[in-house]
């Protein structure tokens, strides 16, 4: 058949072409300045990553490719070895992470504020107050509708110890109006424009957040919102595969006066989202 | 809906972020489809030409992987490419060859189980001709695969459809990184979840057109083959 | 052609064979002789086992008891033998790819395809549809091109069943021709018809087959005359239907 080797030779082309096409981006980006940083789906949403990585590049040489995950997440995958540097705000679950000699260290590097948002009516009547453990109250007797990002995040476990620090053990009383999505921050603020309910949520991604319709902050500025970042590298000792140097070299950028500078001009509508403090020690 | 236009305005200048999604896209789904093509043909077409006793159940369960979950296979793919898996070694997480990987786990069950009916179809209808021609086994296979050209073609593209399509394996294995794994359908993901609708609708519009082509492609290619099939 | 070096196909012996499809018996006590000379056609009513008689002959299906031999052998080579089946499958390629492929399975060489198709073509008056698609040509067409298929393989004995059955009066005499031309060749013909003025014009030999079983055979000329037996004059008679 004539045109049996025709066919096949188009057929070998094309794939050709294609692994052609595909090859060569993968060559160009040489493997060895890069790492991978666990970190959280409210970081990325707030767009800080969009804005800092490119300096990060140019100040260090390193191509950084983020994985955003809820804490949870982001920790286990660096239990498992398969990121460089993990950066996630919830502390506890840091310490525990360090505890378990996953990393050798912990630097603390910025913080955001939670903010609680709600519909512009406000139904459960907290605007106003500065106390989030009453506003909490106040949502669950009027049982007006909440969203829970239920993913073991920073931001999940910080909203359980609210509801703790309320005097409400959630669990046990949470009720049909308590509603836990086990998604990401965006998808939760979705949730709230679309149901009319009240969520708890970091102000970078609020203020970042393009589907506003129908809802405000409600609460805002009491101490126990306060949302600190923490960066560690995974302990190369138990992951010979993680890049130890590159890593060092991430986050010594991001606790260094230059990098904290560079995190502190981050503006979005002209509010500045996150606050460096890696010089804190209590931090 | 500006934002929509300015996606769209983005596309025809040229924006190179853009296009590397969409070129990224198209890479990984039709390097997993020509992946599944070399496992799935001979495989489907051995089955199709084979007795054994247990071919009822293989084919039963062949058809079945057809609907393989894409979360559960990006699931699968992940705990096996993971550094603390077993074949962490290869550092394969978070790249495209994950992902390439991944879509072809989905798409060789159609193209393998697609191939067994036609080949078979076929085979059922030649099978006669075959014997009185004498025709060895080899020459067999090639000319079954040859003549059902046009419908393998167009389980090629389901197949490419298929892998088009999905974001819940790729989103998964890949990361969705930025400049590296980000495809338009975990794009779109993305900026749904960050509320910014009508970019997420703009990359929806550049999807929706690559699945029209494929499905204007394949009915093209039907038609051609009805040239021969009359 | 290819100078066989296979033992010759003829003649092709049916010694007492059966053939059964699960419990029915489709052949029963068959014993015939095709040797060289001018064709031999079956004739008998719907369901006689004609058809199962002609692949039986060309070794596609094996007997349940009795022997065949071809040429005195029982398993030669079946190259030198045809088959063209009562509605023939074309391939899904052009009238001449189905003839490359015959070719190509019959082991010819390469270079000689080309040539061997055109002859071909050119014997079953198909050469201006060389190029269309086999499956749209005319039934006519097709049953020539079917043919065509056949005689790639240089058949020693050709095995035809009905191969005017679903052809116009054109086509069958076209076909009819080809017959004679390729029985004046050398190329015994074995065939089966349900039209008895075909038989009358082609047949040297006939066999008349009812229920599986052989009821008369011998020349042409004197079993239409006056057949032996009573069944073959009812069959003549269009008394014998099944």
Redesign the interface.
């Known amino acids: 058949?004539k045109t049996?080797p025709s066919?096949v030779r188009g057929f070998a082309t094309?794939?050709m072409l294609?692994?052609a096409?595909?090859a060569i981006p993968?060559s160009a980006?040489a493997d060895d300045q890069t790492i991978?940083v666990a970190s959280t789906?409210s970081t990325q949403?707030s767009g800080l990553?969009?804005y800092l990585?490119p300096i990060v590049k140019t100040k260090t040489g390193i191509t950084v490719?983020?994985?955003?995950q809820g804490t949870g997440q982001a920790l286990d995958t660096g239990?498992?070895?398969?990121a460089d540097v993990v950066f996630v705000h919830a502390k506890a679950a840091e310490l525990k992470f360090l505890a378990e000699g996953e990393s050798l260290k912990r630097y603390p590097v910025m913080y955001n504020d939670f903010v609680l948002i709600g519909p512009t009516e406000d139904p459960a009547g907290v605007s106003g107050t500065m106390d989030i453990g009453k506003a909490l109250q106040k949502i669950k007797e009027r049982q007006v509708s909440f969203v829970s990002r239920g993913d073991r995040s920073g931001t999940h476990l910080a909203e359980l110890d609210l509801w703790k620090s309320a005097g409400i053990a959630i669990d046990q009383e949470k009720g049909a109006w308590y509603k836990s999505i086990g998604?990401?921050m965006?998808?939760a603020?979705?949730f709230a424009?679309a149901s009319g309910a009240y969520v708890l949520s970091d102000r970078a991604t609020w203020i970042?957040?393009?589907?506003?319709g129908g809802l405000r902050i409600v609460v805002e500025g009491d101490k126990r919102l306060f949302n600190q970042y923490g960066v560690m590298l995974v302990n190369p000792a138990k992951?010979p595969?993680v890049k130890s140097v590159l890593g060092q070299r991430f986050i010594d950028y991001l606790v260094s006066p230059e990098g904290q500078r560079d995190i502190g001009r981050y503006q979005v509508d002209g509010q500045q989202l996150f606050h460096p403090d890696a010089s804190d020690p209590a931090a | 809906m500006s934002n929509t236009y300015f996606a769209l305005h983005l596309l025809l200048t040229g924006d190179s972020a853009l296009w590397d999604i969409v070129?990224l896209s198209i890479?990984v789904s039709?390097?997993a489809t020509?992946l599944a093509l070399m496992l799935g043909l001979p495989f489907g077409a051995l089955i199709a030409l084979s007795r054994f006793p247990a071919r009822d159940p293989v084919i039963i369960v062949l058809n079945a992987l057809m609907g393989l979950p894409p979360v559960v296979v990006g699931l699968g793919v992940y705990l096996a490419l993971?550094?603390?898996?077993p074949l962490?070694s290869w550092?394969l997480?978070?790249t495209?060859p994950a992902m390439i990987i991944a879509q072809t786990i989905l798409v060789t069950p159609i193209i393998a189980a697609l191939t067994r009916q036609t080949i078979e179809d076929l085979w059922r209808?030649?099978r006669?001709?075959f014997?009185?021609?004498?025709?060895?086994v080899c020459?067999r296979v090639?000319?079954l695969i040859?003549?059902?050209?046009f419908s393998l073609v167009t389980s090629m593209l389901a197949g490419f459809g298929r892998a088009a399509a999905e974001v819940g394996a790729i989103i998964i294995v890949g990361?969705?990184?930025?400049g590296?794994t980000r495809t338009m359908t975990t794009s779109i993901a993305l900026e749904?979840?960050?509320?910014?609708?009508p970019l997420a609708i703009g990359l929806g519009l550049v999807l929706m057109s690559i699945v029209l082509l494929i499905n204007a492609l394949a009915w093209g290619v039907r038609r051609a083959g009805e040239?021969?099939?009359? | 052609m290819s100078t066989s070096l296979v033992t010759s196909q003829l003649p092709v012996v049916l010694d007492d064979v059966q053939v059964r499809a699960g419990e029915t018996v489709i052949l029963d006590g068959i014993s015939l002789r095709f040797a060289a000379g001018p064709p031999t056609v079956l004739i008998g009513p719907n369901g006689s086992g004609k058809s199962t008689l002609l692949r039986l002959a060309?070794g596609?299906v094996p007997p349940l008891s009795g022997r065949i031999s071809w040429g005195g052998s029982p398993a030669t080579g079946?190259?030198r033998r045809?088959?063209v089946?009562q509605r023939?499958?074309m391939?899904?390629?052009t009238a001449a790819g189905n003839l490359h492929?015959?070719l190509?399975?019959?082991s010819i060489p390469r270079e000689h395809r080309r040539s061997r198709v055109h002859e071909l073509l050119r014997l079953v008056g198909l050469e201006a549809v060389a190029d269309r698609?086999a499956?749209?040509l005319s039934g006519g067409e097709q049953q020539r091109l079917a043919l065509a298929?056949?005689l790639a393989?240089d058949p020693e004995v050709l095995f035809l069943d009905e191969p005017t059955a679903s052809l116009d009066p054109r086509g069958t005499k076209a076909i009819e021709e080809v017959i004679r031309t390729l029985a004046e060749r050398g190329i015994k013909i074995v065939m089966a018809t349900h039209d008895l003025s075909e038989a009358k014009r082609l047949a040297g030999e006939i066999v008349l087959l009812h229920r599986g079983c052989v009821v008369e055979t011998g020349p042409a000329d004197t079993f239409f005359a006056g057949p032996s037996t009573s069944d073959a004059r009812r069959f003549l008679a269009g008394e014998l239907l099944v």
């Not at chain 1, 490719?65 to 955003?68: G, L, S, W």
């Not at chain 1, 239990?79 to 398969?82: E, H, L, N």
């Not at chain 2, 014997?131 to 060895?136: H, L, P, S």
């Open positions: 058949m049996l066919f094309l794939f294609a692994l096409a595909y993968l980006s991978v789906t949403d990553f969009d990585l490719r983020v994985i955003a239990r498992r070895g398969d998604q990401g965006g998808a603020l979705n424009a970042h957040f393009g589907n506003k992951h595969n | 070129r890479l039709l390097s020509l993971s550094r603390s898996g962490g550092g997480l978070f495209p209808e030649y006669e001709e014997a009185a021609m004498n025709v060895g020459r090639v000319a040859w003549d059902a050209r990361g969705n990184i930025q590296f749904t979840s960050k509320g910014n609708l040239r021969f099939a009359a | 060309m596609l079946s190259s045809a088959l089946f023939p499958v391939l899904r390629r492929f015959a190509a399975s019959a698609p499956r749209r298929r056949a393989r």
